[in-house]
């Protein structure tokens, strides 16, 4: 609930990648759960974009990425979950516009959502 309300200050973290809105961040006691409740919202405040969210739960990195319905021909949430799981020695996947993953390296967690910037630049 903490977390939908700070939308605004969430989004004040995005970045612009070519002409694509990247938002990337890692969510402090915020379970699976909550990220899923809270991707809609956030989605719909961003309008067309890509976000990728992070928490720490029971010690492992639990990812979503979601990616907005007008940019699916050409980014892949799947994918670039895929991509963030693999480096946190983990896997994922899922839909063009929405996806999962899981992760065991926590250490390495804002290296791997820095990466999400370069991954979309490539992908665009």
């Known amino acids: 609930r903490a977390a ?5 200050a969430l ?6 990648v070519k002409d694509v809105r990247v938002l990337t961040a890692i ?3 915020v379970s699976r759960e909550g990220m899923r409740e809270l991707v809609n919202p ?5 309008g067309s974009g890509v976000v990728v969210l992070a928490t720490i739960e029971d010690g492992k990195v639990a990812l979503l ?3 907005a319905p007008d940019l699916t021909k050409r980014l892949h949430a ?5 991509s963030v799981a693999k480096e946190l020695g ?5 839909r063009p516009d929405l996806a999962e993953a899981g992760g065991k390296d926590t250490s390495g967690l804002k290296t791997a ?3 999400v910037y370069t991954l979309i630049e490539q992908m665009i």
């Not at 799947?78 to 895929?82: A, E, I, R, Y």
């Not at 983990?90 to 899922?94: A, C, H, I, T, Y």
């Open 65 to 67: 990425s979601s990616v």
């Open 27 to 29: 969510l402090d006691g």
């Open 42 to 46: 956030l989605r719909q405040k961003m």
């Open 113 to 115: 959502l820095d990466h």
């Open 90 to 94: 983990g896997q994922g996947g899922g």
């Open 78 to 82: 799947g994918k670039t979950v895929q």
């Open 4 to 8: 939908v309300a700070n939308l605004d």
């Open 11 to 16: 989004l004040e973290g995005a970045r612009t």
